[in-house]
Protein backbone atom coordinates (compact mmCIF):
# COMPACT_ATOMS: atom_id res chain seq x y z
CA UNK A 1 0.00 0.00 0.00
CA UNK A 2 3.08 2.60 0.72
CA UNK A 3 6.38 2.36 -1.30
CA UNK A 4 9.22 3.24 1.16
CA UNK A 5 12.92 4.05 0.23
CA UNK A 6 15.57 4.61 2.70
CA UNK A 7 19.01 6.92 1.99
CA UNK A 8 21.65 8.04 4.45
CA UNK A 9 23.54 5.21 5.00
CA UNK A 10 27.27 5.08 4.43
CA UNK A 11 30.76 3.56 6.38
CA UNK A 12 31.11 5.76 9.27
CA UNK A 13 34.11 5.24 12.34
CA UNK A 14 33.20 4.78 15.64
CA UNK A 15 31.68 7.35 17.80
CA UNK A 16 30.65 9.03 14.10
CA UNK A 17 26.78 9.74 13.54
CA UNK A 18 24.45 9.23 10.55
CA UNK A 19 21.15 10.04 9.67
CA UNK A 20 18.86 7.80 7.96
CA UNK A 21 15.64 8.74 5.88
CA UNK A 22 13.14 7.03 4.58
CA UNK A 23 10.65 8.46 2.04
CA UNK A 24 7.03 6.92 1.19
CA UNK A 25 4.76 7.41 -1.12
CA UNK A 26 1.07 8.05 -1.05
CA UNK A 27 -1.33 9.80 0.67
CA UNK A 28 -2.57 9.64 4.38
CA UNK A 29 1.13 8.91 5.46
CA UNK A 30 -0.01 10.08 9.14
CA UNK A 31 -2.39 6.52 9.37
CA UNK A 32 1.34 4.47 9.38
CA UNK A 33 2.92 3.26 11.92
CA UNK A 34 6.75 3.48 11.24
CA UNK A 35 9.87 1.31 12.01
CA UNK A 36 13.40 0.62 12.05
CA UNK A 37 14.69 -2.40 11.77
CA UNK A 38 18.42 -3.46 11.10
CA UNK A 39 19.61 -7.40 9.81
CA UNK A 40 23.27 -8.48 9.80
CA UNK A 41 23.73 -11.74 7.52
CA UNK A 42 23.15 -14.97 9.52
CA UNK A 43 21.00 -13.42 11.99
CA UNK A 44 17.03 -12.78 12.60
CA UNK A 45 15.80 -8.79 11.57
CA UNK A 46 16.20 -6.64 14.76
CA UNK A 47 13.83 -4.23 15.99
CA UNK A 48 15.80 -0.99 16.16
CA UNK A 49 12.71 2.11 16.95
CA UNK A 50 9.62 2.66 15.97
CA UNK A 51 7.17 6.00 16.11
CA UNK A 52 3.45 6.40 16.18
CA UNK A 53 1.37 7.48 13.10
CA UNK A 54 1.09 11.07 14.44
CA UNK A 55 4.77 10.69 16.40
CA UNK A 56 3.86 11.35 19.79
CA UNK A 57 4.79 8.35 20.63
CA UNK A 58 8.43 6.59 20.44
CA UNK A 59 10.00 3.23 21.36
CA UNK A 60 13.60 2.16 20.95
CA UNK A 61 15.40 -1.30 21.25
CA UNK A 62 17.70 -1.21 24.39
CA UNK A 63 20.58 -1.11 22.65
CA UNK A 64 20.11 2.11 20.57
CA UNK A 65 18.45 4.32 23.56
CA UNK A 66 20.29 7.63 24.20
CA UNK A 67 22.18 6.98 20.65
CA UNK A 68 19.50 6.78 18.24
CA UNK A 69 16.40 9.22 17.68
CA UNK A 70 13.36 8.32 15.48
CA UNK A 71 11.62 11.19 14.43
CA UNK A 72 8.69 11.88 11.42
CA UNK A 73 7.46 14.94 9.08
CA UNK A 74 4.22 13.98 8.08
CA UNK A 75 4.15 17.28 6.21
CA UNK A 76 7.09 15.51 4.06
CA UNK A 77 6.20 11.76 3.99
CA UNK A 78 9.61 11.00 5.67
CA UNK A 79 10.76 8.73 9.00
CA UNK A 80 14.65 9.90 9.98
CA UNK A 81 16.39 7.55 12.40
CA UNK A 82 19.34 10.22 13.77
CA UNK A 83 21.78 7.55 14.89
CA UNK A 84 24.79 8.85 17.36
CA UNK A 85 27.59 7.51 18.77
CA UNK A 86 27.75 5.10 16.23
CA UNK A 87 29.57 1.62 17.54
CA UNK A 88 30.84 -1.23 15.18
CA UNK A 89 28.15 -3.49 16.21
CA UNK A 90 25.19 -1.28 14.61
CA UNK A 91 26.89 -2.59 11.40
CA UNK A 92 23.90 -3.96 9.62
CA UNK A 93 21.41 -3.19 6.44
CA UNK A 94 18.71 -0.98 8.34
CA UNK A 95 14.98 -1.04 6.58
CA UNK A 96 12.01 1.32 7.23
CA UNK A 97 8.63 -0.52 7.80
CA UNK A 98 4.82 0.79 7.50
CA UNK A 99 1.92 -0.52 9.26
CA UNK A 100 -1.17 0.75 8.47
CA UNK A 101 -3.41 0.48 11.30
CA UNK A 102 -6.64 0.72 10.17
CA UNK A 103 -7.63 -2.83 11.30
CA UNK A 104 -5.00 -4.04 13.53
CA UNK A 105 -2.63 -2.35 15.41
CA UNK A 106 0.08 -5.34 16.46
CA UNK A 107 3.61 -4.95 18.41
CA UNK A 108 6.00 -2.20 17.65
CA UNK A 109 9.05 -4.03 17.90
CA UNK A 110 7.34 -7.35 15.22
CA UNK A 111 8.48 -7.38 12.06
CA UNK A 112 5.70 -9.80 10.40
CA UNK A 113 3.25 -6.74 12.47
CA UNK A 114 4.35 -4.41 9.33
CA UNK A 115 2.72 -3.85 6.12
CA UNK A 116 5.48 -2.97 4.01
CA UNK A 117 9.39 -2.49 3.89
CA UNK A 118 12.17 -0.56 1.80
CA UNK A 119 15.27 -2.51 0.60
CA UNK A 120 17.36 -1.42 3.64
CA UNK A 121 20.43 0.92 3.58
CA UNK A 122 23.67 -0.38 4.77
CA UNK A 123 25.11 1.57 7.24
CA UNK A 124 29.04 0.27 8.15
CA UNK A 125 30.39 1.24 11.43
CA UNK A 126 34.39 0.73 11.83
CA UNK A 127 36.18 0.38 14.54
Known amino acids: QVQLVESGGGLVQAGESLRLSCAAS????????MGWFRQVPGKEREFVAA????????YYADSVKGRFTISRDNTKNTVYLQMNSLKPEDTAVYSC????????????????????WGRGTQVTVSS
Open 97 to 116: AAKDTTYSSGSYSNPPDYDS
Open 26 to 33: GRTFNKYR
Open 51 to 58: ISRLGRST
